[in-house]
T-cell receptor, first 114, second 115 residues
Framework: EAQVTQNPRYLITVTGKKLTVTCSQNMNHEYMSWYRQDPGLGLRQIYYSMNVEVTDKGDVPEGYKVSRKEKRNFPLILESPSPNQTSLYFC?????????????FGNGTRLTVT | GDSVTQMEGPVTLSEEAFLTINCTYTATGYPSLFWYVQYPGEGLQLLLKATKADDKGSNKGFEATYRKETTSFHLEKGSVQVSDSAVYFCALSDRLAGNNRKLIWGLGTSLAVNP
């Protein structure tokens, strides 16, 4: 089944403790992206990647890192999480970079930083 | 910059009622328009899309027509079911955004359908 898989689904951590949220897609998609979803703010892009070893900042990259060593994986790294990073995170992928190519989303990771 | 405005929710309807969720946009380029749906506890799924003016996207009984003259992309369904209860997001992807497939999102409209 074609899908985007995120892990974990839920994560509670403390300020400053490094964490990684994994994202993997099995559709051979070139494009991958991370979003965060917050009440009243909607979805905002954190980082995106157009292919292996090619990543770039989205709208809200501060406090996050990503890597794209393999085409299928696009982990999101929080080196020193803070409470303002408490949010619902989504990974998404797309077949190409065509502007009308739909995004496929994972089921989300709900992160709480205390 | 580009933006998407959706009607605020929540919207509560009885089963078999007619649904309209309004969406208007501003864009400097030539956007594609999308409706995504988010069921409880799940990620967003593409519901329908339209890539140019006057296109009509449709799926699962939902329809939306790309109206360039009114910069709108309203979502409609003639007869909603309880299983349609979800949050609906309108979004645009602008050709001028280049290779970044970033979507500009509305804030979402929550729909609850009662039996």
């Amino acid at each position: 089944e074609a899908q985007v898989t995120q892990n974990p689904r839920y994560l509670i951590t403390v300020t400053g403790k490094k964490l990684t949220v994994t994202c993997s897609q099995n559709m051979n998609h070139e494009y991958m992206s991370w979003y965060r979803q917050d009440p009243g703010l909607g979805l905002r892009q954190i980082y995106y990647s157009m292919n292996v070893e090619v990543t770039d900042k989205g709208d809200v990259p501060e406090g996050y890192k990503v890597s794209r060593k393999e085409k299928r994986n696009f982990p999101l790294i929080l080196e020193s999480p803070s409470p303002n990073q408490t949010s619902l995170y989504f990974c998404a992928s797309s077949l190409g970079t065509a502007y009308n190519s739909p995004l496929h989303f994972g089921n989300g990771t709900r992160l709480t930083v205390t | 910059g580009d933006s998407v405005t959706q009607m605020e929710g929540p919207v509560t309807l009885s089963e078999e009622a007619f649904l309209t969720i309004n969406c208007t946009y501003t864009a400097t380029g030539y956007p594609s328009l999308f409706w995504y749906v988010q069921y409880p506890g799940e990620g967003l799924q593409l519901l329908l899309k339209a890539t140019k003016a006057d296109d009509k996207g449709s799926n699962k009984g939902f329809e939306a027509t790309y109206r360039k003259e009114t910069t709108s992309f309203h979502l409609e369904k003639g007869s909603v079911q309880v299983s349609d209860s979800a949050v609906y997001f309108c979004a645009l992807s602008d050709r001028l955004a280049g290779n970044n497939r970033k979507l500009i999102w509305g804030l979402g409209t929550s729909l609850a359908v009662n039996p």
